[in-house]
């Protein structure tokens, strides 16, 4: 189980940082550049399909730590 742990884990770290900056509008928000602050984008393709694997990874993790805790 805590190498199911530790797989996850490293998976986890990898796809978030291969996802788009999405912040990059809350930034504009302290420097006043709000001509894209609104803009509505919606996911397609592989950005969508990453989102949502990171989503399954990270209530994977939760899930596996809730077990090894108890």
Do not use: H, P, Y
Not at 48 to 58: E, K, N, P, Q, S
Request: aromatic letters at 12%; proline letters at 0%; hydrophobic letters at 55%.
């Amino acid at each position: 189980m805590k190498t199911l742990l530790i797989i996850v884990s490293i998976l986890l770290i990898a796809i978030v940082l291969l996802q788009a900056a999405k912040a990059e509008s809350a930034s504009n928000v302290f420097t006043g550049g709000n001509d894209t602050l609104f803009k509505n984008r919606k996911e397609r393709g592989g950005e969508l399909f990453i989102t949502r694997f990171t989503f399954c990874l990270g209530a994977a993790f939760f899930i596996i730590c809730l077990l090894l805790g108890f």
